[in-house]
């Protein structure tokens, strides 16, 4: 049986900070592969991005560029450096072995000098109808306000978020710059945010809270109208009028493929050393939103995709790898200890 092929560096992923990441490999001809992933229902390669149409805030577009087009075209960069892309998931990764074994879902197993993780995470929707179709098409759900609240689509409307936590009340706040009314949506008759957001939420004269209600489905066919509420004491139904709708209800990472063998944060995303993309397993990396809980922007994606990247090529390098290109008989080298 032939030993699988080894590559100096691998990635995983296919969002900003994945391509980022590869154009930063590419570059420094350490030739990576990236597992791009593929389509899984709502979840594409691409990450979050391919359900967003307008990115206003992404440097470099003055007039603006859809999600997917920002994607085709870090993609397109990478590639025109030489990286390699294998349209598939990953099925599960080695760390206790070195180099690393990746196992992708069809293809053949390949090994890894250096590793960097960038799986993003999703957002959680309501499951309800209309919710994500209207989300795909750009009519007026999301979730992320920081996102698209400024979007003119938004401007002087009234505006409704979902959720209790902190996130909720962030994005409640963050979009009375731009709505006429925010409206927040919660299941229950108390928030489980913070004391100070939830007050900040309360006292604000924009902001008005719906207790005891939840959405049971979005109303609308090209863009939404409003939404069909159920209250979660007496199980009445009313229809509200609404202009926008921001799911606030919490993001989950995407790393189940790792089965347990990174160090975790209390909320499930990889945990890095402060400032940087180290993980918990020397020569594994880790970037952009499967590391970041609190930003999850595109830019910040890419910044950390490239100090992923800049992190394993050092890395490399201080084994003495990276010069040369990797011959697939090479005997896999001793990690050094930490702090080299």
């Known amino acids: 049986m032939a030993s699988p092929a080894r590559e100096l560096l691998v990635i995983i992923g296919s969002g900003p900070a994945a391509w980022t990441a590869a154009v930063y490999g ?63 998931n990953v099925q599960s990764v080695d760390l206790s ?127 939404i109208t409003g939404v069909r509420l159920a209250d979660t004491v007496s199980g009445e139904r009313t229809d509200l009028p609404l202009g926008g709708l921001f799911i606030a209800i919490g993001h989950k990472p995407n790393t189940e493929f790792l089965h347990g063998q990174l160090d975790l944060t209390p909320h499930g995303y990889i945990k890095v050393k402060p400032w940087r993309t180290a993980t918990s397993v020397d020569g594994v990396f880790a970037a952009g939103d499967v590391m970041d809980d609190f930003y999850r922007q595109a830019i910040t994606a890419a910044g950390t995709g490239c100090m992923a990247a800049l992190e394993a090529e050092r890395w490399l390098a201080h084994r003495g790898l990276g010069e040369s290109p990797v011959l697939e008989t090479a005997e896999a080298p001793v990690p050094a200890s930490e702090g080299d």
Not at 184 to 196: E, L
């Open 97 to 223: 072995t070195h180099p690393f074994r990746i196992r992708p879902n069809y293809s053949a197993e390949v090994e890894a000098y250096a590793l960097i993780v960038a799986t993003g995470a999703y957002a959680k929707w309501l499951g309800v109808p209309n919710e994500e179709r209207l989300a795909q098409m750009g009519g007026g759900v999301s979730a992320c306000a920081v996102c698209d609240g400024a979007l003119p689509f938004y401007r002087d409307k009234v505006l409704a978020v979902v959720g209790g936590g902190d996130t909720a009340m962030e994005e409640a706040l963050y979009l009375t710059k731009f709505g006429r009314e925010v409206l927040v949506i919660h299941r229950r008759d108390t928030f489980r945010a913070s004391k100070v957001m939830a007050e900040r939420v309360l006292s604000h004269p924009k902001i008005r809270v719906l207790w005891n209600k939840e959405v049971v489905e979005v109303l609308g066919y090209d863009q």
């Open 26 to 88: 590419a570059r420094a001809s350490l030739n990576p592969l990236v597992f791009e992933g593929e389509p899984m229902g709502t979840l594409l390669p691409g990450g979050q991005l391919m359900n967003t149409t307008e990115v206003e805030n992404y440097p470099g577009f003055p007039e603006g560029i859809t999600g997917p087009v920002l994607m085709e075209k870090m993609k397109a960069q990478a590639l025109r450096f030489g990286t390699r892309v294998v349209s598939e």
